[in-house]
């Protein structure tokens, strides 16, 4: 299948693009590298010493004899260039990453707010624009987030994207009817993708784009069984209270001794999924597109939930690493309960990596053996989610 | 009140500026003049000879000895203007009209449609931000649509804003809970104002923004009192196949002798307001804001429904003018019901101004007065809602 993979040179993006080489499909990686820039805006870098993009895909070429190709495009401003990719490569297939991805980036500034929501509003309406004009009937694939759906609610288990309710008719008799789940987002960056939920449904509805929306939990580990084939195909690692993501920044904290950092009480439940079950989970996707005519496809795509002190803990003993609880830089609930629907990929065959599978050691080890490169200084989260947090609130919003 | 209106050169908001100015309120306005840069575009005018912003406040100052403020400047583009002028006036309230508004317009082109979401997205954005960053405690009122809920369902009235459900708790017994009404909107357009909602819902929630957005109908007439003051102070009239909205144009056509073009079977049913109610909604809605705290408040800004064919039969008794069926450019259901509540806004005493009470005959008028100045070419609606409309839908998506 021919694949082109929008923000292929990030965390997921590139795990995924060598993941769909090696499978045999033919790969275009389209990236404007904007994620490495933020990297230099910050002044940090991935722990592990990523390659440039050319170095990358000459070293996936020897390893595998498998070519992907490379355009530095700008999907949020170069659309024309994007439609000419899209009448030149023809795809069947589209994966869409090509945002920036970061809760606690989206909070930093009123600069950071609006060029999350300018460059992923923009990135996902210019796609859609342009396979509508180019007549592309490829199928896309995009990355939501588990946390379209905000945390708290009834008890009951999040379902894939619609929600069974029941609403009153003319006559006023309660009717059932499948709606897409009420998005409540936690963050700017959240929001975005509750944004893009929308566009798909307009798209998908007018002129009958078929769309899987895959709304993932956090992600763990760093290698994948690609990516390990060469120093030169490292996956990128983020350590820094932006982009670092709970798990791999409590392994990271422990390999250098660093206190772990839990925000607030501890008490959020959070889903996660390993990189290994990402790269498998999007090639599921392809392979299982919506028909013609359907509505938008949307799996959940997380394998287990857990609470984010009760990570910490396993840390802590794994690696005799303190726990500090600092101020939780969200505006959310101290506490939440999460269940999650995801029988869609059990069905499909996604046997999942979980925690107890010993790959927690495989993250240590990347972070002890890179962590002269870590600088401590950026692991604290330094964004704040409001002006102040004198009026913090109790209860999920 | 100091009340800042954004977008305030336009159809609704010139005589919403004079009219607040007329109730007292201190009013600025600020516009970059973008609708007239889309007659420039389109090669179009407004039937009515509307003059210069810097002429029509020298005359509303004459005539009413009232002074209205004036800024040239993009809200989705100058991001820091619109903070420095949020601190240097501090304004009590914010009226944000400053939107592309015309749904075919919306559907032209993709470049059309990228710039209708690039636009409206990043202005209602800047200014979401532009209010957190200056801590500006003004109360937001949003011009919405209508067009959001999408018409038909299940033959309940629309409610305002928040839909009564029951959905199941995690031990499968149904409860009941509210929630923003599902979107369907039939544009790239409508669709703007759905992105708008999400982005409302998430800064009241994170940051207590006070927001009021107004679904508000199709708008019909032309002159509210403060606007037939001097012929200096008129309104826009738009006629074309893109900013004409529909009962204008009827009463437009049969002004000229033109047949009366009803697209499709003209079953749609839409909801309708008059010009005059506009401007005193708003006054109300600014009298009445949510309290601190308060979720977003959303009326339905809208005082009767009537289906399309109904309104040309109408039209074409009163003039004698023909009925012209041509096809639907939209892509859309050719009959629906509509039923909509608007409880609030006669709670809080509007009287509206119904089609019996003969304004027909003043906008009739108007067209008459200024035949001379239409182009009949620019009447028809150009615009498709799809590639190619072989695919027409039977029923309500």
Redesign the interface.
């Known amino acids: 299948m021919k694949v082109v993979v929008l923000g292929g040179d990030g965390f997921c993006g590139w795990p995924t693009s060598l993941h769909l080489s090696s499978r045999g499909h033919d790969v275009t990686i389209v990236d404007n590298l904007s994620r490495r820039n933020i990297d230099n805006e910050l002044e940090i870098s991935s722990l592990t010493p990523i390659r440039p993009p050319g170095d990358r895909l000459a070293a996936w070429r020897q390893v595998s004899n498998h070519v992907i190709g490379f355009r530095n495009l700008d999907v949020a401003r170069d659309?024309d260039r994007l439609c000419a990719l899209l009448e030149h490569e023809r795809p069947d297939a589209i994966v869409h990453f090509a945002e920036q991805r970061a809760a606690p980036y989206s909070m930093k500034?009123?600069r950071h707010?609006?060029y999350t929501?300018?460059n992923n509003?923009?990135a996902t309406?210019?796609l859609l624009?342009?396979m509508?004009?180019t007549?592309c009937e490829a199928h896309l694939v995009h990355l939501g987030t588990m946390g379209v759906y905000g945390y708290g609610s009834?008890?009951?288990?999040i379902p894939e994207g619609y929600?069974?309710?029941?609403?009153?008719?003319?006559?006023?008799n309660?009717?059932d009817?499948e709606?897409?789940h009420?998005?409540?987002?936690g963050s700017?960056y959240h929001?975005t993708k509750?944004?893009d939920q929308?566009?798909f449904?307009?798209y998908n509805?007018?002129?009958?784009l078929r769309i899987t929306d895959l709304h993932q939990g956090i992600v763990w580990g760093t290698q994948t069984p690609e990516t390990e084939r060469d120093e030169r195909l490292i996956n990128r690692f983020d350590y820094d209270g932006d982009y670092g993501t709970v798990l791999n920044r409590f392994l990271m904290q422990a390999a250098i001794g660093y206190p772990l950092t839990v925000h607030g009480t501890g008490g959020q439940t959070r889903a996660f999924i390993h990189i290994r079950d990402t790269v498998r989970c999007i090639e599921l996707a392809l392979l299982n597109p919506p028909e013609a005519g359907d509505r938008v496809l949307i799996r959940n795509q997380m394998t287990e939930t857990h609470r984010v002190r009760d990570l910490a803990r396993l840390v802590a003993r794994l690696t005799g690493a303190r726990i500090d609880f600092v101020d939780n830089p969200r505006?959310e609930a101290p506490d939440n309960d999460l269940?999650v629907e995801n029988r869609q990929f059990l069905e499909l065959g996604l046997r999942p990596v979980t925690l107890e599978e010993g790959l927690l050691q495989e993250v240590m080890e990347i972070a002890r053996r890179y962590s002269g490169r870590c600088n401590p200084d950026r692991i604290p989260c330094r964004s704040r989610?409001?002006?102040t947090h004198a009026?913090q609130i109790g209860t999920a919003?």
């Open positions: 659309y500034s009123a707010k609006r929501v300018d509003v923009n309406h210019n624009a342009a509508v004009e007549a009834t008890g009951a288990p929600l069974p309710v029941r609403i009153r008719d003319g006559a006023g309660w009717v009817r709606i897409l009420p998005a409540n987002p700017v929001m509750v944004l929308q566009l449904f307009y509805k007018n002129d009958s505006f269940a989610w409001r002006r009026a919003p």
